[in-house]
């Protein structure tokens, strides 16, 4: 890969952990008011006549819908992490352990970041969660090299390393 390719993979890895920081550094009430609103639109686009449920239907509609949501939000940014992780060292010797332990440990630094905002918690289900979607991030990038290799008429020599 070009120079000028792995110094943007860099800098959109930078910046996505840049922005699971900030997200982190939110106090609780902050991330939780930010959740609501995302899952009130989502609930809305979800349930045709949500605005007409009773209140406790919509509030346990929304409690269901933020855990979802933030699971998920979990899973989906670390899943890039490591997509990202795995793309930046694909060259190496044991990459898919690189990319998996690099995005692993940000996501314990990270819940253990959350531990000193207040009324946030560092979870170690978080970590596995986030561990989980690091794995599923560099087995698609994986995939997608063995997809694009393959298209190209390259040859892929011991599984996952990438030569011309």
């Known amino acids: 890969m070009k120079k000028k390719h792995i110094s943007f993979i860099l800098i959109l890895l930078i910046l996505l952990m840049i922005v699971i920081f900030y997200l982190s550094a939110q106090p609780a009430e902050e991330s939780t008011v930010t959740s609501s609103q995302f899952c009130e639109i989502t609930a809305k686009l ?35 992490m490591g997509f ?16 998996i332990g690099a995005t692993a440990f940000y996501a314990a630094s990270d819940e253990l970041h959350q531990r000193f905002v207040a009324g946030r918690s560092g979870q170690i289900s978080d970590v596995l969660l986030d561990a989980c979607g690091g794995c599923f991030g560099v087995m698609a990038g994986f995939i997608l090299l063995c997809i694009i290799y393959c298209c190209a008429d390259r040859n892929i020599l011991n599984w996952g390393t990438w030569k011309k």
Not at 91 to 99: A, G, Q
Request: proline letters at 0%; aromatic letters at 14%; a positive charge.
């Open 46 to 80: 979800l349930f045709r006549n949500f605005v007409s449920y009773e209140s406790g239907i919509q509030e346990t509609i929304l409690e269901g819908l933020v855990h979802i949501v933030r699971k998920t939000a979990h899973f989906t940014e670390y899943a890039v």
């Open 84 to 99: 990202l992780w795995y793309l930046l060292l694909r060259k190496k010797h044991n990459n898919i352990i690189l990319s």
